[in-house]
């Protein structure tokens, strides 16, 4: 019995002694971009498109990501924090389910979850940016 519960401690310290994939992530020099998409829109007339960036700013190794949108002639610049303990996660753009919608999240470890952090939603008039949820990693 005693064995058995030494093994068991021993494996749960090694787990937890495991590196995740994430944490061989380093953020490139500022200026660099990450991730890139874009869609047209439904102008047909003057063939306009929406398009989101994000890259790396001054701040990336504390884990703080720049993103610059387009959708026709507007254009915004905003920014979002990786979650506390997340600075090594690289972040990655989907797009949402809704119209004119792109998503940054991430993946922890080796789990296909992706979690919505951040999104990026265009109207006719205007370009909105917001976090979707609080994300607290350890």
Known sequence: MKKHLLILLFSCIILASCNNSNSSYSPPAAGTIIASDSMKAEDTLNH????????TGENSK??????AASSGKNIAEGGFTMPKNGEKIKPELRKGIKPYTYVIGFHINNDTSFLKY??????????????LQSITLQ
């Open 48 to 55: 306009s498109m929406f398009a989101v960036t994000v890259k």
């Open 62 to 67: 504390n884990g703080v990501y720049v993103v």
């Open 118 to 131: 951040f999104e990026v939603i265009s109207n006719h008039d205007s370009i909105r940016m917001q976090y």
